[in-house]
């Protein structure tokens, strides 16, 4: 079993809709969880970090829980450029900042 | 402020070369990291090092993989005797103390022939 394990997709939505996406570790101890956007051809960069209690940044929402092991993105009246890959990250446990990316969940938002 | 440079973009080299990849962290960024990104695949870790710490070396696929950091900024990561396999898009990140987030440069695409 993966470390990280995400739904490749591609998720074809139209522009407006809203979708979910769910990334599962194995890892009980893991201590951080983040989603990175990458873009075709293009670096990773920092969407946004998942706390405990869920956070929201914009039309973006993360959530952790724990007992499950999962993480989600849930994203808010898509739009064009949302369309991206989504890359769910753990950081393995304490005492290390070593992280473990999935292979990401492909979007394609649609007009 | 500069980003994460990485030398050279495109490497096209033949099976059984060596082959370097340079990586220019962010000034001042203690931790770099390496990570290899095959077509349509996840980006998978190879080395992580933190400051004057011993390198986390865990993620190396094969005793042909190397890194060095030299001066705790620039980072140098070679294959010897490249592989078919080896072909991938190399990554290096950046990161500061303290926080969480890394910065990626653009990647060096390997391509061996």
Redesign the interface.
Known sequence: RKE?E?DPGPFNVPEGATVAFNCTYSNSASQ?F?WYRQDCR?????LM?VYSSGNEDGRFTAQLNRASQYISLLIRDSKLSDSATY?CVV?ATSG?????????TRLKVLA | GAGVSQSPSNKVTEKGKDVELRCDPISGHT?L?W?RQSLG?????LI?F?GNSAP?K?GLPSDRFSAERTGGSVSTLTIQRTQQEDSAVY?CAS?NSGS???F????TRLTVL
């Not at chain 1, 293009?42 to 920092?46: A, F, M, S, T």
């Not at chain 2, 695949?41 to 870790?45: D, H, R, S, T, V």
């Open positions: 990280v995400q951080s983040f293009k670096e990773p960069k920092l970090s890359l950081r290390t900042y070593k992280y473990i990316f999935g292979t990401g | 931790a990291y990570y695949q996840g980006l998978e870790f992580y933190q986390d865990s990554l990161r969480y987030e890394q990626f440069g653009p990647g």
